[in-house]
């Protein structure tokens, strides 16, 4: 029988698991060294069909993965340089060892591609994996808004939208 969270319990976890995808966990509060410029913050979570739909594998690295880029595409729109992301994480004890370890480890793997620092979070008991990610940037500027787009302006994508591949997607601004 594969080990589960419950087998280990809180403590165990934080001590053993987590430490080998956020280097900075284990403390109630991280610190994240930030320039004097101004701080973007965004929260979003990841619903779990989500993440095996647009995946297409039900493999809980997915679903870590989609919950930092979620994040990280709401840092890079607003034109922020990315810092840090926190995850707060719910478990069921049931969970297997290995499932929980693979959605940390598309977090962390997640993190390091989009240049996110990952300080940790928050674990607690639920009755699904469950999570919310909260990701920090900077900017020496204005931050980029969803309005305010003028003819001319350039507008682009980390990635092509899945839905872009169904309908012609134009804008024109007047």
Request: proline share 7%; aromatic share 6%.
């Amino acid at each position: 029988m594969a080990l589960t969270l419950a087998d280990l319990g809180e403590r165990e976890i934080v001590r053993t698991i987590l430490p080998r995808f956020c280097s900075l966990a284990g403390s109630d509060c991280a610190t994240l060294s930030v320039s004097c410029r101004k701080v973007v913050v965004t929260t979003d979570p990841v619903p779990e069909p989500a993440a095996k739909v647009l995946a297409n594998d039900p493999d809980p690295y997915w679903m870590g993965w989609l919950l930092v880029t979620i994040n990280a595409s709401d840092i890079a729109a607003s034109g922020a340089n990315p810092i840090g992301f926190l995850a707060a994480v719910e478990a069921p004890p049931t969970l297997s060892v290995s499932d929980f370890e693979r959605f940390f480890k598309g977090i962390a793997e997640a993190c390091n591609a989009e240049e996110l620092t990952f300080a940790g979070g928050n674990l607690r008991e639920g009755v699904k994996l469950a999570a919310v990610g909260t990701a920090i940037g900077e900017i020496d500027r204005k931050s980029l808004g969803r309005s305010g787009a003028k003819v001319g302006d350039i507008i682009s994508t980390p990635a092509q939208p899945s839905w872009s591949r169904k309908i012609p997607f134009r804008c024109n601004f007047r």
